[in-house]
């Protein structure tokens, strides 16, 4: 489109356009104005015709150019879109169908009656399908009956020659199929791209609810509407909280303190999608995770030990989140959880299980720059990863328990050692 017609269409669109209009609405007038504003010389051209030859019909478009004219102008006042529709509706319906009868009947009348299907027409595309079946049947009884009136009755004198009728008639199929086809067009497009706004928007949608829930659980939730729960036989859970992290968000401002956990949960964000693991949530400045959940894994604990270490690496680093200057305690622990989803506003996935309580504990009992695990993460991780026993300590809550700090992986797995350590000795 040239930049002359771009103009002329968003000066269209201004006519009875309000600020409060949403995107559908702004659509729809400017498009009802447009098709308003085409037939406005269709209908001056068409009085202009009959009258030339003497034909007192031609007065009837003219009383129509008026009509629409005038709607047109009351509309860019009062912006009612509703009544300006149905003015359109009915001057369109009655002018060019009841002008059938003084022109003689169907084929006298050059098919100018095709016209009135302009007003179903607009009522399918402004408002609803049975409002348009309503004007459809209107429109089938003022044509089919102003035709046959004028069968009867006859044309009025003088009448215009054939030749006329004939040109009359491909016009009429022509220009008012091309005005039919443009609001269809211009229908068609508005609604392929609101179409693609809303594919758009629930791509946003779907991209936040992932961000929110596992991929598993948030296609369950979408399908299902009982409550999701799971109940996991092994699994294990992370906890990781920043060392006095308090004292420091009380000397730093608050956006300051926002951009320091964003920055690092947001590292381990990227650790968690990298090793395969399930964030589960933060808070305040502890970092929850899990391996094994939803999707059940052999190597759950390997996963979540070696997620630790990197964290670990990652605050003493200084090319990714050391610069920050935090310290890391960490707590993990294996064992049977229960998972699902709480909540009907701002829903969340969730663990339960006294193993998730112990892994919490560990954290809170734990040493600062240090991972601590328990005798069960402990077993599943021995033969990958060097552990260091802590000794017995006094959980709150559970009373003493064994404990180990994860200090690395292995070079080559323990048993393989093991193997050439016996075969040496051979």
């Known amino acids: 489109m040239s930049i002359w017609g771009n103009r002329v269409q968003a000066r269209l669109a201004r ?13 729809d007038k400017a498009l009802l104005v447009l098709i308003s504003v085409l037939i406005l010389p269709v209908s001056l051209l068409w009085s202009a015709l009959y009258l030339a030859f003497g034909s007192p019909v031609g007065w009837v478009p003219l009383v129509y150019f008026a009509i629409l004219l005038a709607s047109i102008v009351v509309f860019s006042r009062t912006g009612d879109f509703g009544t300006f529709l149905r003015v359109g509706q009915v001057a369109i319906l009655f002018a060019p169908t009841l002008s059938m009868i003084p022109l003689g009947g169907f084929v006298d009348s050059g098919g100018v009656g095709l016209w009135g299907i302009l007003a179903p027409l607009g009522a399918l595309v402004f408002s609803d399908v049975r409002n348009a079946a309503r004007w459809y049947a209107a429109y089938l009884v003022v044509f089919l009956g102003s035709g046959l009136a004028g069968e009867i009755v006859g ?12 040109t009359m008639l491909g016009l009429n199929v022509a220009v008012g199929g091309t005005i039919v086809f443009t609001l269809l067009a211009v229908f068609a497009r508005q609604r392929r791209d609101a179409l693609a706004a809303l594919r758009e928007e629930q791509a946003r949608a ?7 829930l596992p991929r598993s659980i948030a296609d369950r939730l979408k399908a299902e509407t009982r409550t999701i729960a799971d109940q996991f036989s092994s699994a294990s ?8 992290f308090t004292p420091l968000a009380e000397r730093l401002p608050a956006a300051e303190v926002v951009e ?8 381990f964000d990227e650790l968690a999608e990298r090793h395969g ?16 959940v939803p999707s059940p894994r052999p190597d759950h604990a390997q996963a979540l030990a070696s997620m630790a270490l990197d964290m670990q690496a990652a605050v003493r680093s200084v090319d990714e989140v050391g610069h920050l200057g935090l310290e890391l305690r960490i707590g993990i622990n294996s064992g049977p959880v229960v998972a699902g989803v709480i909540g009907r506003k701002r829903f969340l996935y969730d663990l339960w299980g006294d193993a998730v309580n112990t892994a919490s504990r560990m954290e809170s009992h734990g040493t600062s720059g240090r991972i601590q695990i328990t005798r069960a993460t402990k077993e599943l991780l021995e033969d990958d990863f060097i552990c260091e026993p802590r000794g017995t300590i006094a959980l709150k809550g559970k009373g003493e328990m064994e404990a180990w700090y ?21």
Not at 16 to 27: I, K, N, S
Not at 155 to 165: D, I, Q, R
Not at 406 to 426: F, I, K, M, N, W
């Open 406 to 426: 994860l200090v690395g992986r292995r070079v080559e797995p323990r048993a393989d050692a093991e193997l050439q350590a016996t075969s040496t000795r051979s």
């Open 15 to 27: 006519i009875g356009a309000d600020p409060q209009d949403d995107d559908d609405t702004r659509a």
């Open 260 to 267: 320091v956990l964003d920055h690092l949960f947001s590292h």
């Open 155 to 166: 044309g009025v004198s003088p009448a215009v020659p054939e030749w006329f009728t004939t």
């Open 237 to 244: 859970i992370l906890f990781a909280d920043v060392v006095d």
């Open 206 to 212: 779907e991209s936040l609810l992932l961000n929110i």
């Open 277 to 292: 693991l399930e964030k589960i949530k933060t808070i305040g400045d502890c970092y929850m995770v899990a391996a094994g």
